[in-house]
């Protein structure tokens, strides 16, 4: 097990790589990426589509009677930014507070992605809000979704955020009632709530994309997006176990996190599995261990937030470089700053560099 605050060091890396052929070589796979068309290139998921985005798989619609009230605040969107929006709101007294979610529950992204392998890809003792102040510690370092998901719903509670909410429902439009001095909000189950502040945090990642190929509209066969993993037709769970598919030639369209995650399940269990990748993905070890019980037992009150700050300076968007304290993550994203610092400090003189060799020596790490 891991004590989660290793002496982790800058990265061995071989030194007979060509680094300017190695550029050379992505920034070509990057003018791939650069469509004319831009977010053309994908299909807008109304229509025939509709099904990929606004259906739930998860919680059945139950009928009821449309809402027709005024309240204090309504938070658009109940993911984590509307989590926190309305735990915050609570905690500063204002109780009339109702989230309104598209989906079934709340938790945003943790709420409609459960395919096979889903993990966080950042830090979850970082990643994962309000651990400390409601005393939980995630399993592991890159935490699941099922458990992140968890411990949205255990954010709702805590602070009393299902009192008010109003789930399975979609804002569809929003106007301010000078008459009234509030915003109308129309859904799409007929109500008419008024209310006096609204908190924007729909968020973008709920909405799946789908490619443009040719030929989509026209395909009959089974077609699901991650986001709205079909187990139904797969068999198994977010552990894998996709027995259905053992007599199945599968397309996989896409190798992002995603893709990574999904390909050791569909590749064991498939018949056949077909990986369509536009760009080449950096994979590298995951390095995900358990909790050490003695490290989470030894944390002292301030210690999320000390280990945030931490990961934040030690990260590409960060300081960059940092000399004054360990690097407490050691992941794949506080690498490069560990990598970073360990240039400027091989340096004969690192106080005499200037801000363009440092920030070349930035750009030869990302």
């Known amino acids: 097990m891991t004590t989660h605050q290793e002496n982790c060091g800058s990265t061995q890396t071989p030194d007979d790589i060509d680094i300017a052929a190695l550029?050379?070589?992505?920034?070509?796979?990057?003018?791939?990426?650069?469509?004319?068309?831009?977010?053309?290139?994908?299909?807008?998921?109304k229509d025939d589509f509709a099904?990929?985005?606004?259906?739930?798989?998860?919680?059945?619609?139950?009928?009821?009677?449309p809402i027709d009230e005024?309240?204090?605040?309504?938070?658009?969107?109940g993911g984590i930014t509307g989590l926190?929006?309305?735990a915050y709101l609570k905690k500063a007294g204002v109780e009339d507070v109702h989230i309104i979610e598209m989906g079934g529950d709340i938790g945003g992204v943790w709420y409609w992605n459960r395919f096979p392998g889903i993990q966080c890809d950042n830090d979850a003792y970082c990643y994962i809000p309000m651990l400390?102040?409601?005393?939980?510690?995630?399993?592991?370092?890159f935490a699941d979704g099922a458990e992140i998901y968890e411990h949205c719903r255990r954010i709702a509670k805590h602070f009393g955020l299902y009192d008010g909410a109003i789930l399975s429902t979609q804002v569809r439009a929003a106007r301010w009632d000078e008459t009234l001095k509030r915003w109308r909000l129309s859904t799409n189950r007929g109500d008419d709530i008024r209310a006096r502040f609204v908190v924007m945090a729909q968020g973008s990642f709920n909405r799946p994309k789908l490619p443009g190929i040719a030929g989509i509209k026209d395909f009959t066969g089974h077609t699901f997006h991650?986001?709205?993993w079909d187990y139904d037709y797969t068999g198994g769970d977010a552990n894998g176990g996709l027995h259905k598919l053992g007599d199945k030639r599968v397309a996989l369209v896409g190798t992002g996190a995603t893709g990574v995650q999904l390909v050791?399940?569909?590749?064991?269990?498939?018949k056949h599995l077909?990986?369509?990748?536009r760009t080449p993905s950096s994979v590298d070890v995951r390095g995900n261990e358990p909790t050490d019980p003695q490290w989470a037992a030894s944390l002292q009150p301030g210690w999320q937030e000390q280990r945030k700050r931490n990961f934040h300076r030690w990260s590409p968007l960060g300081e960059g470089a940092v000399f004054d304290e360990p690097d407490l993550v050691c992941d794949f994203w506080t690498e490069l700053g560990r990598n970073l610092t360990a240039r400027i400090a091989a340096a004969e003189d690192p106080t005499a560099l200037s801000i363009e060799q440092i920030m070349a020596f930035r750009e030869e790490e990302d």
């Open 70 to 77: 005024n309240i204090d605040v309504a938070v658009l969107g």
């Open 226 to 228: 991650s986001a709205r």
């Open 23 to 45: 550029r050379e070589k992505y920034l070509k796979e990057r003018d791939k990426r650069l469509r004319p068309e831009g977010s053309k290139q994908y299909l807008e998921l």
């Open 132 to 141: 400390e102040e409601l005393n939980y510690i995630p399993s592991k370092k």
């Open 264 to 270: 050791p399940h569909l590749g064991r269990d498939a």
């Open 84 to 86: 926190l929006a309305g």
């Open 274 to 277: 077909y990986v369509f990748q």
């Open 51 to 65: 099904e990929f985005s606004e259906v739930d798989p998860h919680t059945p619609v139950t009928p009821r009677t």
